[in-house]
T-cell receptor, first 113, second 113 residues
Framework: GPKVLQIPSHQIIDMGQMVTLNCDPVSNHLYFYWYKQILGQQMEFLVNFYNGKVMEKSKLFKDQFSVERPDGSYFTLKIQPTALEDSAVYFC???????????FGPGTRLTVL | GDSVTQTEGPVTLSEGTSLTVNCSYETKQYPTLFWYVQYPGEGPQLLFKVPKANEKGSNRGFEATYNKEATSFHLQKASVQESDSAVYYCALVPHTGNYKYVFGAGTRLKVIA
């Protein structure tokens, strides 16, 4: 079936540094999402994105977070600066416009030291 | 706000026995309900969805009925296999057009031969 790819699979950085998580969504999908899952906890919605704009974001989507998809390339989540509490697995998802069915990537495990 | 509560895991079953994972939800909007399954090292993948109350969804022997009166969407399978070992997530998305998923905490299922 359709695949969402995420790069890298693991990222270790020092607190205060910037990190960019990359997502290659399903090719004809137009709606994109990021979720955060802290180890042992549930997956929580961060943000969704359509037509170049953030449509909805949660309280977890701090001011240090930003998303973009320049020119149809990767859909990215940037965190600048990072904090210890940002350590988690971040899942990207995409969907067709008008569909509630999301396709998830395998996740990027981010460790902030 | 919207929420989903499901059976706390881990759940350990012997192959061939029946499974029930309870899921209850709260939302003021009319939602579509989902069950997702997540295998180790992968992102969640859709098991099935049910957009309308009083309808049943099913896939791979799993089924759940959208019970609007009881606000429940319990997952059942008559006879589990070792390959069903995974984490199962109940989720909802309200029909508000903002595509904001709410996930339950997940239920880890381990099936032993």
């Amino acid at each position: 079936g359709p695949k969402v790819l995420q790069i890298p699979s693991h990222q270790i950085i020092d607190m205060g540094q910037m990190v960019t998580l990359n997502c290659d969504p399903v090719s004809n999908h137009l709606y994109f999402y990021w979720y955060k899952q802290i180890l042992g906890q549930q997956m929580e919605f961060l943000v969704n994105f359509y037509n170049g704009k953030v449509m909805e974001k949660s309280k977890l989507f701090k001011d240090q977070f930003s998303v973009e998809r320049p020119d149809g390339s990767y859909f990215t989540l940037k965190i600048q600066p990072t904090a210890l509490e940002d350590s988690a697995v971040y899942f990207c998802a995409s969907s067709l416009l008008g569909s509630y069915e999301q396709y998830f990537g395998p996740g990027t495990r981010l460790t902030v030291l | 706000g919207d929420s989903v509560t499901q059976t706390e895991g881990p759940v350990t079953l012997s192959e061939g026995t029946s499974l029930t994972v309870n899921c209850s939800y709260e939302t003021k909007q009319y939602p579509t309900l989902f069950w997702y399954v997540q295998y180790p090292g992968e992102g969640p993948q859709l098991l099935f969805k049910v957009p309308k109350a009083n309808e049943k969804g099913s896939n791979r022997g799993f089924e759940a009925t959208y019970n609007k009166e009881a606000t429940s969407f319990h997952l059942q399978k008559a006879s589990v296999q070792e390959s069903d070992s995974a984490v199962y997530y109940c989720a909802l998305v309200p029909h508000t057009g903002n595509y904001k998923y709410v996930f339950g905490a997940g239920t880890r299922l381990k099936v032993i031969a």
